[in-house]
């Protein structure tokens, strides 16, 4: 069989976190000048929303973090995933390790990340309530999904080892925050810590969940390309969009090939073409996947299990 030989990714590519990230801090720099200067807060709102798109692309390098492909350096790896994760409010090692369902029971009833969706038992009120709190509020409902996972009986992490350090990384995340808000409380930079912290956090959790929406919910497929959406743009903005979420549209190349980095997936984009009746092409934007994800959102489920039970009402 004849393949086609690989091709290193930019360097640019290569560096789309680190870019995310030093934009990120000028667009906080930015908006400290505005917020310093008095004037208007109409000034302040497309700073916020830039902010919360760089947060979300932010939060995908968490993701990275935890198949162990931010950083070379398995030390600074994990370090930027748990710094990352306490101001996600959420433990790195719970992530991964929830995480790791996802992958190895992609869809089905042990996929803990797609709870309610993929339990053909829960009622359709039920899983309605779930989307629209984890799509209204995902700040509090994301941290919620994971610790459900791992405080409920029958958790699937197990490890003794892996939960002592989930409890430390939740105590830690626990300290620093109390150190955050005693020092906003002492200084009086409520109004600063709402606009550069608290608003883009809010919206970046909702864009993210948004974002897996867009990848899982309302797909009933039996294979990584019929249970997955995917976004590939020729646009110069849906690029940069892709390239400032580290390349996530491609989600499906993901799933196939979990240990490639993220600068790697878009040369597998040919990989996505659907090869069978129920997979479909990828979308040619976000805008267009969101109209496919709302038309599920009235009966929200995700996985081939749905074909084979009765629907509860």
């Not at 870019?19 to 008095?38: H, K, M, P, Y």
């Not at 790896?77 to 306490?86: A, H, K, Q, S």
């Not at 790697?264 to 984009?269: G, K, N, S, T, Y």
């Not at 929200?300 to 009402?313: E, F, L």
């Amino acid at each position: 069989m004849n393949t086609a030989p690989t091709i290193e990714p930019h360097w640019v590519s290569r560096s789309a976190f680190q870019i995310v990230v030093f934009l990120f801090l000028f667009t906080e720099i930015a908006l400290v000048a505005v917020l310093r200067s008095g004037a208007s807060l109409w000034w302040a709102v497309p700073l916020v929303l830039l902010a919360s798109h760089l947060m979300h692309g932010a939060a995908v390098g968490f993701h990275e973090a935890t198949h162990g492909l931010l950083r070379r350096n398995r030390r600074f790896n994990e370090f930027d995933g748990v710094l990352l994760g306490i101001f996600s409010f959420m433990s790195f090692s719970l992530y991964r390790a929830a995480h790791q369902t996802h992958h190895a029971y992609f869809a089905t009833e042990r996929d803990e990340e797609l709870w309610p969706f993929v339990f053909t038992q829960t009622p359709r009120w039920a899983r309605i309530l779930a989307a629209v709190l984890e799509l209204t509020v995902g700040l509090l409902f994301t941290p919620f999904l994971f610790l459900r996972s791992f405080l409920r009986a029958g958790s699937p992490i197990r490890s003794k080892k892996v939960r002592r350090r989930i409890w430390k990384e939740l105590a830690l995340m626990i300290v620093v925050w109390i150190g955050i808000i005693t020092a906003v409380s002492y200084w009086q930079v409520w109004h600063y810590f709402l606009w550069m912290y608290l608003a883009p956090a809010y919206l970046a959790a909702n864009l993210q969940s948004w974002r897996k929406y867009v990848e899982h919910v309302g797909l009933t497929g039996s294979t990584v390309n019929s249970a997955t959406r995917h976004i590939i743009s020729e646009g110069w903005l849906g690029r940069i969009v892709s390239f400032t979420l580290l390349h996530e549209p491609y989600h499906g190349v993901h799933h196939l090939h979990v240990g490639l980095s993220h600068a790697e997936l878009p040369q597998r984009a040919a990989e996505l073409l659907p090869t069978t009746p129920d997979e479909r092409p990828p979308f040619p934007s976000y805008r267009h996947a969101m109209l496919d994800v709302l038309r599920c959102l009235a009966d929200p489920r995700v996985g081939a299990q749905w074909h084979t039970s009765a629907k509860p009402s």
